[in-house]
């Protein structure tokens, strides 16, 4: 096991380049299960969401093939192996192997996910769908069971705004017979990026992007190349990093309009932020930054996922803050770390307060999940003295060399192996 360590305080300049979208590639790979040839995607980030994906298609019989961040999946030797337990228990978004297989072989066998603890992610609209589309749904010892004579078009309405739920039913529903309509769809531009895909593939989908998706059921899909959209997250965790330590830094591989909500909110507190097509040049040096208030929206909102790192951030602004998370009650576990490092937050139901300024002090805190890492990375280039952070399993989810690129602009951050005293303070904690 590693630790990772950042010696905080360095001033921040040069540019940095967005790897593909995690949230897309979790949900593009699944979907080339669909295709009867081979499908390509390029742009793919470095994570091991990505490797896992890869491995699980190999288990049920595709040949990948992973060189360069470009996978090519051939698709066409493809069984409806079950898949109860082993790697797709380590994956939350696993879960969308259940709409790719039910849409290909009209059955499947899916160990129910790991991943980020972040309190109940219930897959029930997911299961809901499935059902309308013609599937019988049941839980067996932690796995779902999906078996379905033949899939047909249905109009589904989601109780919920998800992501996950619409991704999967699109999934589902591109090979059954007839139309299939999804109300209160999720707008994210991950499931637009997945809509391309399947397009390209043959699929007939109009309105994704907006909260109602119409699907024609086609007889087959065929391959082809995609490429993956640049990663927002990761994109707005290095704005953050940016505008917390910058001097002039430049997130290359971007599209702004993705991250409209966190431009306005890092202007709104005084940072000085340019836009071009591709690009999002930060400024830094503010004397003085103004507390501001959020609270996390589906898209086109604030993302919960920079809710995180963008409270470490607020330690910086002057006044109290407030942070609400409507989307994820339990996305506080960050708060107790940042404490440790000498913020002063106080949590309170769903909101998280935050008065400032404080200068962080360096010390030894631990990664719950993906996006508080990335909370406490951004805390620790921000402190006084060095930060060891341990838990590096969840930030390599979802960061793709998050070490170099950081070095890359000036940061100090390098990983050390743990002792093995280390290792088991670590696991009785």
């Known amino acids: 096991m590693e630790k990772l360590k950042i010696a905080g305080g360095d001033l921040l300049q ?13 949900a593009l790979i699944p979907a080339t299960i669909l295709a009867k040839s081979p499908v390509t995607i390029e742009g793919l980030p470095n994570i091991s969401d990505v490797n896992i994906l890869g491995d699980l298609l190999e288990e049920i019989g595709g040949k990948v093939e992973l060189t360069n961040n470009e996978m090519v999946v051939d698709p066409s030797e493809m069984i409806s192996m079950p898949l109860p337990n082993g790697k797709v228990k ?9 709409g790719a297989m039910l849409g290909r072989f009209k059955k499947a066998v899916i160990g129910l996910p790991g991943g980020c603890h972040l309190g109940p992610r219930p897959i029930d609209q997911h299961i809901k769908g499935f059902e309308a589309l013609g599937a019988k749904v049941t839980n067996e010892q932690g796995a779902i069971y999906l078996r379905a004579d033949e899939l047909k078009g249905a109009r589904i309405y989601l109780d919920v705004v998800s992501v996950g739920a619409t991704i999967n039913i699109m999934l589902a529903a591109v090979l059954a017979k007839g139309r299939t309509i999804i109300e209160n769809a999720a707008k994210e531009p991950e499931i637009i990026d997945v809509a391309t895909l399947l397009s390209s593939m043959g699929a007939k989908i109009k309105g994704a992007g907006t909260d109602v998706i119409r699907i024609d059921g086609v007889e087959e899909l065929h391959g082809c190349r995609h490429s993956i959209i640049p990663d927002r997250i990761e994109a707005g965790t290095y704005m953050i990093i940016g505008a917390a330590m910058g001097r002039e830094v430049m997130i290359d591989n971007v599209i702004p309009l993705h991250l409209e909500s966190l431009i306005a909110k890092l202007r709104e507190m005084g940072m000085h932020i340019e836009t071009s097509n591709d690009q999002i040049l930060l400024v830094g040096g503010q004397k003085e930054l103004k507390a501001v208030d959020i609270k996390t929206l589906v898209y086109p909102g604030f993302p919960t996922d920079l809710q995180q790192p963008f409270t470490s951030f607020l330690t910086k602004a002057t006044g109290t803050s407030v942070v609400t998370d409507t989307i994820y009650s339990a996305r506080f576990k960050h708060i107790d ?17 935050v008065t400032g300024p404080t200068t962080l002090q360096g010390a030894k805190v631990k990664a719950s999940d993906l996006r508080a890492g ?13 930060t060891e952070i ?15 690129k950081l070095t890359g602009l000036g940061a100090t951050i390098w990983r050390e192996k743990m002792t093995e005293k280390e290792i088991e303070q670590l696991q009785s904690s």
């Open 14 to 26: 040069g540019t940095v380049s967005i790897s593909g979208a995690k949230n897309s590639a979790v």
């Open 90 to 98: 380590k994956l939350r978004a696993s879960y969308y192997l259940m």
């Open 337 to 353: 770390e940042l404490r440790r490092m000498g913020a002063t937050i106080k949590v309170e139901g769903r909101s998280a307060i």
């Open 374 to 386: 990335a909370a406490l990375v951004c805390a620790g280039l921000m402190a006084e003295g060095v």
């Open 390 to 404: 341990t838990g590096l399993e969840h930030i390599d989810r979802g960061y793709s060399q998050l070490e170099e």
